[in-house]
Every structure is written in C-alpha cells, then in structure tokens.
C-alpha cells in the first residue's frame, strides 16, 4: 500500500466504487460558481448564495460521534481561475457531474478584473517573449482576456452549453459582480426545457 492510501475512498471497504451514484448524501451540491481568483472579488459565492435563497453557503461540517468530518452542509460549489472563465473549469464541471450531479453552473465575471487589463494576443506574446513556449493552443482565445464583459459572460454561458462537459440539463446563468457596491446583475439565463 502506498503513503496515504488509507485516506481513498476506493480503500474503504464500504465503498462501492463500481455502484457510485455521488455523494450528495454526504455533501449536497449542487450549484458551481465559477470566479475570478482575485482576492477583492472573494465575496462573489456569497453573493450567489444570497441571490439564490435555496443555497448554503459557506455551510457547516457535518461530525460523526468521534468528530471525523463526514459530510457538509454547503450546497455550492466555488471555482476560482484566472478572470473566472468557462474554459479553464471545464474539468471541474465534469468532475462536479460524476461527484455530485451538478443542476446549476453560475459564471460571474468582476469589475475592475485584471484580465481587462490585456488583449488575448498580448498574453500569448508576452509568455512567447518571457519564456519562449507558445500557449495559443492551450487557452481558447476569447477566454484568454476580458475584453467586454457582457460579451465575456455570454460567451462563456454559450461555451459550456455548448460542452460535452457539461450535461443538458444544468441550469446556466452569467452574472456580472462590481465588487465595491457588490450589486450582482444577471447577464443571461440558460435554463433547458
């Protein structure tokens, strides 16, 4: 056995890794909010969860009588990356899925975010100039940078229903946050029928 090994759930003798239907019964997610990772726009999950009142947010662990962490009360889920794009949480909105059968994906983009502060092409030159390695093919170009932020939040709606990582029948929805009021605006609504 490896270092570690015993903290797998695969190594659990009570779990059933061929029979796994989630673990909503343990954690009740149920909602992913995709953000900025800027620290001045660390308000963004709670403001979500007070725009959607069926949500808990940052929620309370569940102990068992020996006080081992078994589950959470917290029904969302926060993903932070570069300027809160669609694109770079793909992989976390699949994993959500197989973890925790995802209904919403919420993607909020932030005032004064610093991926306005360049154009997409002028981050695929600066890392080819600083450190002589292309990175066009890795990022998407519309998600490289801000550029409108109206546009940004449609897109990236538009790109995760348009993801076989993400499954028809999550909710959608794209808000823009300005973090010094912390007015939150609904962009657009992506809900299937």
Not at 30 to 38: A, E, L, N, P, R
Not at 140 to 168: C, G, T, Y
């Amino acid at each position: 056995m490896k270092q570690f090994s015993e903290f797998e759930f695969r190594t659990q003798p009570w779990f059933d890794q061929e029979n796994f239907e989630g673990f909503n019964f343990a954690i009740p997610m149920k909602t992913m909010v995709i953000h900025c990772f800027d620290p001045r726009a660390a308000d963004i999950p709670q403001a979500i969860a007070a725009h959607f009142p069926d949500e808990v947010y940052p929620g309370e662990n569940v102990l068992d009588e020996a006080g081992n962490r078994i589950g959470h009360t917290r029904t969302l889920f926060a993903v932070s990356n570069a300027g809160g794009r669609a694109f770079s949480a793909l992989q976390s909105v699949a994993t959500m899925e197989y973890l925790f059968n995802v209904q919403n994906v919420i993607v909020v983009h932030h005032s004064f975010c610093g991926a306005t502060g360049f154009r997409p092409d002028q981050l695929v030159e600066h890392f080819h100039d600083h450190h002589h390695a292309d990175i066009s093919p890795l990022i998407e170009k519309d998600s490289r940078a801000i550029l409108n932020f109206e546009d940004s939040v449609k897109h990236d709606v538009q790109l995760l229903r348009n993801s076989p990582a993400v499954p028809k029948h999550v909710k959608l929805y794209g808000f823009f946050y300005e973090m010094n009021s912390g007015k939150l605006t609904e962009i657009v609504r992506d809900i299937p029928a």
